[in-house]
C-alpha cells in the first residue's frame, strides 16, 4: 500500500501542530518518520489512521481517501505508543474481536504466532506488564495481515530478545507480502538497521525525506589535521565545525568522496572521511531548527 500526505495542515486552537506536512511512503518499504518531542509525528499518525480529520490537505492510500473510508482502513493497521484494550478483553477476547471487523484476518497465522509471543492468552490484557501489552499487540496486528502497519514507538519496553523477534516477523512480511511499514521512533539506531526511507520533521513540516543510502550519500564527517598556514576550502558547505588543537572535526554536506578530494587538494597533514549515523544526521540537520546541542557552562 502506498500512503500519500500532501498539504495536510492540523491546528488545535491556536497551535499548528501540522503545517502543510507533505510525505510519501512508498508500497512495501519501511518508512522511518523522525523528529524532536512536539514536532507533529504523533499527530501525523492520527491523521493517517483517521483518528483525526487534517483541516487542510489530503491523505491518500493507493490513491483512496482515508478518513472515513472502512474499505481501506481494513488493510492498515496501527499499534500506538499506549496500547489499549477493552478492560477486561484478553488475548483471545480480541482476536475473536478482530477477526469481526478484519476480513483478512488470519486465524491460522494466529494461533502459529503464539510460538513467537510467550503470553497466556486467557489473561486480562490489563494486567499485562507494558512490554507484554505490545507484545499482544504486535501478534494481533501481524494476524490482520495489514497492507500498512503504523508503528509508534513500537518496541519501547520490549527486552532485546523479543525486538529482535518482532523485527524479523516484520521485515519477512515486507519482503514476503510486501507490507508497507511507517514507523515512528526515538530509537535511530534501530530504525537505521530496517528503514528505506527516512522523513525528518520539524514544527509540523518535512524538513528533509530521502532514501537512507542517499541521506548517508550527502553528509559526512571529516576528521582532518591542515597544513600549517592553510584554509579550510570555502566553496564547502560546512554544517558544524569542532576540534582540539589541530584536529578538526567536520560535518560537511555533499558526497564524502568528494568532500574529501577537494581537501586533500590542500594538502593536509591527515584527512579522512568518516560516515554519520542516522542519529548524527538528524541532530545536524535539525541544528539550523533550533534543535542543536548547545553546550553550557555550570
Known amino acids: 500500500?502506498?500512503?500519500?500526505?500532501?498539504?495536510?495542515?492540523?491546528?488545535?486552537?491556536?497551535?499548528?501542530?501540522?503545517?502543510?506536512?507533505?510525505?510519501?511512503?512508498?508500497?512495501?518499504?519501511?518508512?522511518?518518520?523522525?523528529?524532536?518531542?512536539?514536532?507533529?509525528?504523533?499527530?501525523?499518525?492520527r491523521c493517517v489512521m483517521g483518528v483525526l480529520r487534517p483541516d487542510a490537505g489530503s491523505i491518500l492510500a493507493d490513491g483512496a481517501p482515508v478518513y472515513e473510508n472502512a474499505a481501506v482502513k481494513s488493510r492498515m493497521a496501527w499499534i500506538p505508543d499506549e496500547v489499549f484494550y477493552y478492560p477486561q478483553a484478553s488475548v483471545n477476547d480480541m482476536m475473536h474481536f478482530y477477526r469481526r471487523i478484519y476480513p483478512d484476518f488470519d486465524t491460522e497465522r494466529f494461533e502459529k504466532l503464539a510460538e513467537a509471543f510467550p503470553l497466556d492468552r486467557k489473561a486480562q490484557i490489563r494486567r499485562f506488564s507494558r512490554g507484554m501489552k505490545k507484545q499482544a499487540a504486535f501478534w494481533l496486528a501481524l494476524s490482520i495481515k495489514p497492507e500498512l502497519l503504523v508503528l509508534d514507538e513500537p518496541v519501547d519496553g520490549l527486552d532485546p530478545?523479543?525486538?529482535?523477534?518482532?523485527?524479523?516477523?516484520?521485515?519477512?512480511?515486507?519482503?514476503?507480502?510486501?507490507?508497507?511499514?511507517?514507523?515512528?521512533?526515538?530509537?535511530?539506531?534501530?530504525?537505521?538497521?530496517?528503514?528505506?526511507?527516512?522523513?525528518?520533521?520539524?514544527?509540523?513540516?518535512?524538513?528533509?525525506?530521502?532514501?537512507?543510502?542517499?541521506?548517508?550519500?550527502?553528509i559526512c564527517k571529516i576528521q582532518l589535521v591542515p597544513r600549517e598556514g592553510a584554509d579550510i576550502p570555502p566553496e564547502l558547505e560546512i554544517i558544524h565545525a569542532s576540534g582540539q588543537g589541530r584536529l578538526k572535526t567536520l560535518i560537511v554536506r555533499g558526497a564524502p568522496e568528494k568532500v574529501l578530494a577537494r581537501i586533500e587538494a590542500e594538502g593536509p597533514v591527515f584527512a579522512d572521511a568518516l560516515p554519520l549515523t542516522l542519529e548524527e544526521i538528524f541532530i545536524y540537520e535539525l541544528g539550523g531548527e533550533g534543535h542543536e546541542v548547545r553546550e553550557i557552562t555550570l
Open 161 to 218: 530478545v523479543m525486538r529482535r523477534q518482532i523485527w524479523s516477523l516484520l521485515l519477512a512480511d515486507v519482503a514476503e507480502r510486501g507490507t508497507s511499514v511507517l514507523v515512528s521512533s526515538h530509537n535511530l539506531r534501530e530504525l537505521e538497521d530496517v528503514c528505506d526511507r527516512v522523513g525528518v520533521i520539524s514544527r509540523g513540516r518535512m524538513l528533509l525525506e530521502r532514501g537512507l543510502s542517499e541521506l548517508q550519500e550527502n
Open 1 to 45: 500500500m502506498k500512503l500519500e500526505l500532501s498539504g495536510v495542515t492540523k491546528r488545535f486552537g491556536a497551535h499548528t501542530a501540522l503545517d502543510a506536512l507533505a510525505m510519501t511512503v512508498p508500497s512495501g518499504a519501511v518508512y522511518g518518520l523522525v523528529g524532536p518531542n512536539g514536532a507533529g509525528k504523533t499527530t501525523a499518525i
